[in-house]
């Protein structure tokens, strides 16, 4: 079946100690996007690519880039995690940049920050 | 700014019956989408249904119905015939004319079905 695949589900790794989520898609849609859910609340949006376009979200920290070197692929790279960056992240895709277009959400990678 | 509010945390609905999840929105704009999405334990958040503020019908979907009260900024999602995979957590959702994909979620309500 087509879909969004995260890779890890569960990540854990070190204050300070860059860490890379990994998101794949079947769909073949061209834009995808990075969600952040922390415990308890809304899921928060990254940034997003429309094909080769990156959309960066005024309020993300320069501590999160990331990359999509193919329609397939997607990364995450967290460059110095803080404890505060514990969370969800969610990938998700959509066919078109429209309003009324419904997003695909991968199963999500949960972050431990130690 | 636009908000989404969610004010039931939690709720529970016994199997076959009905029950009505409650969202509130704020926002100045006249054109925009809502949505609801479905995240079930470990499983990814799928869409349920979705709303144009432009159309006055009520959107539905199955068991799945809204709501939508345009002047009071109101769009409920009402379950019918609940079923024991139901149980999920429930996000209301919202993207507006100023923004091409941008979600703004609600802080979810978690909706247990029992048997």
Redesign the interface.
Known sequence: DAM?IQNPRYQVTQFGKPVTLSCSQTLNHN?M?WYQQKS??????LF?YYDKDFNN?ADTPDNFQSRRPNTSFCFLDIRSPGLGDAAMY?C?T?RE????????????TRLTVT | AQT?TQSQ?EMSVQEAETVTLSCTYDTSESD??LFW?KQPP??????VI?Q?AYKQQNATENRFSVNFQKAAKSFSLKISDSQLGDAAMY?CAY???G??????????TLLAVQP
């Open positions: 969004v834009v996007y308890s609340q809304a899921p928060k949006l997003h979200e969610l998700a959509s940049a429209l309003r009324q277009a419904e997003q695909y959400f991968g199963p999500g | 989404v945390p925009y989408y999405y470990s499983r990814q958040m799928i869409l979705r144009e996000f993207i507006y004319s923004a091409t994909n941008k979600l703004i979620f609600g802080t979810g």
